[in-house]
């Protein structure tokens, strides 16, 4: 009888040394991968912002291009035509001195 409750007791030791093992390896486990994870999310944006940047750059100086050359000098809403108007209607109504 002392030989089952040896192997009984000795089975029993193993699953708790088991499962407190396993608690211990989940209890670090999970702080590691947060961890990794977060460095490899870091490290993916800076590569991508590294790629990104060049075409983003470009995009928006040639956003801002159009737009300038827009409503400088675009026929309906542009400045230019609104100042070369205003420019001709007081030439045009100035004395001339000849």
Same mark, same amino acid.
Request: aromatic residues 10%; positive net charge.
């Given at each position: 009888? !002392? +030989?089952?409750?040896? +192997?009984?007791? !000795? #089975?029993?030791?193993? #699953? !708790?040394? $088991?499962?407190?093992?396993?608690? $211990? %390896?989940? #209890?670090?486990?999970?702080?590691?991968?947060?961890?990794?994870?977060?460095?490899?999310?870091?490290?993916?944006?800076? *590569?991508?912002? /590294?790629?990104?940047? &060049? %075409?983003?750059? *470009?995009?928006?100086?040639?956003?801002?291009? =159009?737009? +300038?050359?827009? %409503?400088?000098d675009d026929s309906t809403v542009g400045i230019? &035509?609104?100042? /070369? =108007?205003? /420019?001709?209607?007081?030439? *045009?109504k100035l004395p001339s001195y000849s």
């Amino acid at each position: 009888m !002392s +030989k089952v409750a040896v +192997k009984a007791s !000795s #089975k029993v030791a193993v #699953k !708790s040394g $088991t499962s407190i093992v396993l608690s $211990t %390896t989940a #209890k670090l486990a999970d702080p590691l991968f947060a961890i990794g994870f977060l460095v490899w999310d870091v490290w993916d944006y800076s *590569k991508m912002v /590294e790629k990104s940047r &060049p %075409t983003l750059r *470009k995009n928006i100086f040639d956003y801002l291009t =159009e737009l +300038k050359n827009y %409503t400088l000098d675009d026929s309906t809403v542009g400045i230019v &035509p609104a100042l /070369e =108007e205003i /420019e001709a209607q007081i030439i *045009k109504k100035l004395p001339s001195y000849s």
